[in-house]
């Protein structure tokens, strides 16, 4: 018998772009203690936490699962965020959603379910912090289009457009968070687990309450916020890095290569892929990078991107 947490822990650690891939740290949403306009789209995902808290795909028929599926489609459908401060959990919440649908077999219509989802929450992506943009588009289905209907050769030109569009969108935001000046062994970016009021007469570690004298409490508090915000900023640009890695080694070198080398491929979709990285991307390396690989994937090489 495998867990529904045990589940999601083998799934988180595939491949971004086969499978959800937190970014963040966590699949699930935290659902909030007071009320909003979110409660009944939380109390369903109460609900569905439990049915699936010690999931076993064989004590579970398949009507069940696919009653499961509809009434997720249904909540998503009907859920709205309202307010601006609701966005980000009704985005975290369909992504927990379309993780259990995605997860669970819950029948055929699980993945075109999941694309529905996914496209209600695109408009909210850069609306929401880079982890859960990444976990968002990651989503996105490689054959079905934004209705879940299956890509057809008069759908997929459009399609894929949408789709590197979306990655890169993404990228941009991934890349703004690095500070270029920041360098991970600079002691000047080093941090203490414990720091001395100065003057010695205090030892490391000890409450600023505890110190008599106001000018020594001042400084060490001036000390210990110091050390704070570097400790925070060390942590924001090491996450920045390690998204920046995933997201151009995934999403960038292979999700969206792979789709140049599925169907035709026309000089109009390369204008526009070269107007995406354009706008998107800042580092002329990567550019001619991504747009090489794309040609390689479609058996066009030979032209740069200008």
Not at 70 to 93: D, S
Not at 183 to 191: H, I, L, M, T, Y
Request: hydrophobic share 40%; aromatic share 8%; glycine share 6%.
């Amino acid at each position: 018998m495998k867990s529904a947490m045990a589940l999601m822990a083998a799934l988180l650690a595939l491949p971004l772009g086969t499978s959800p891939v937190s970014a963040g740290g966590t699949w699930q949403v935290n659902i909030p203690a007071t009320q909003s306009d979110l409660s009944p789209m939380f109390s369903f995902i109460k609900e569905i936490r439990h049915a699936f808290e010690d999931y076993d795909e064989a004590r579970m028929p398949l009507e069940q699962r696919e009653a499961w599926a509809n009434r997720i489609a249904r909540v998503c459908q009907t859920a709205r965020p309202g307010a601006a401060e609701n966005v980000e959990l009704y985005v975290h919440a369909c992504y927990e959603c379309t993780t259990f649908l995605t997860s669970m077999n819950m029948g055929e219509r699980r993945f075109e379910m999941c694309q529905a989802i996914v496209a209600g929450c695109l408009p909210y992506i850069d609306a929401v912090p880079v982890p859960l943009a990444m976990d968002l588009a990651s989503q996105m289905s490689y054959a079905l289009d934004l209705d879940g209907r299956p890509l057809t050769p008069q759908s997929r030109s459009a399609y894929r457009n949408t789709f590197v569009e979306y990655r890169l969108r993404v990228w941009r935001r991934v890349a703004a968070a690095i500070d270029p000046t920041w360098k991970e062994n600079d002691p000047n970016n080093a941090v203490y687990a414990n720091m001395a009021p100065p003057g010695g007469a205090y030892p490391s570690g000890v409450a600023p309450e505890g110190i008599k004298e106001p000018e020594i409490r001042q400084a060490y508090e001036k000390l210990l916020a110091e050390n704070h915000r570097k400790a925070k900023r060390n942590n924001q640009q090491i996450t920045a890095r390690r998204n920046a890695d995933t997201w151009r080694k995934r999403a960038l070198g292979v999700d969206m290569v792979s789709l140049y080398g599925k169907g035709p491929v026309t000089d109009e979709d390369w204008e526009m892929l070269k107007a995406y990285l354009r706008v998107y991307v800042s580092d002329d390396g990567l550019r001619q990078e991504i747009y090489g690989k794309c040609r390689k994937a479609a058996g066009a090489e030979g032209e740069k991107e200008r």
